[in-house]
Nanobody
Framework: QVQLVESGGGLVQPGGSLRLSCAASGIIFSIYAMGWYRQAPGKQRELVAT???????NYVDSVKGRFIIARDNAKKMVYLQMNNLKPEDTAVYYCNIRRGTTWSSGEYDSWGQGTQVTVSS
């Protein structure tokens, strides 16, 4: 059974950095594209960044130049390095398995518990 476990969230001041981690199990991790998502209070969950099995990355415009997605296939891990954080980045962050390699591919219904990121002074 697929399991995704996110970690690394916390409280950070504006301009600070955090590195989120996602541990995957129950899948042949190396063949799947992965994504990071976030959901702010009162808002819909949004896709933030994707990475293909080969390492091609893509980002929503609001985080381009600030966030970096990476993966370690041997460890079955996907990471999100978040720099120059802003209050509007406050959300619960989730990773998930993508159904394809394009931004509109969608994802499988295998959500973890997420990790809270709060950006506040």
């Amino acid at each position: 059974q697929v399991q995704l476990v996110e970690s690394g969230g916390g409280l950070v001041q504006p301009g600070g950095s955090l590195r989120l981690s996602c541990a995957a199990s129950g899948i042949i991790f190396s063949i799947y594209a992965m994504g990071w998502y976030r959901q702010a209070p009162g808002k819909q969950r949004e896709l933030v960044a994707t990475i293909t099995s080969g390492g091609t990355t893509n980002y929503v415009d609001s985080v381009k130049g600030r966030f970096i997605i990476a993966r370690d296939n041997a460890k079955k891990m996907v990471y999100l390095q978040m720099n120059n954080l802003k209050p509007e980045d406050t959300a619960v962050y989730y990773c998930n398995i993508r159904r394809g390699t394009t931004w509109s591919s969608g994802e499988y219904d295998s959500w973890g518990q997420g990790t809270q990121v709060t950006v506040s002074s």
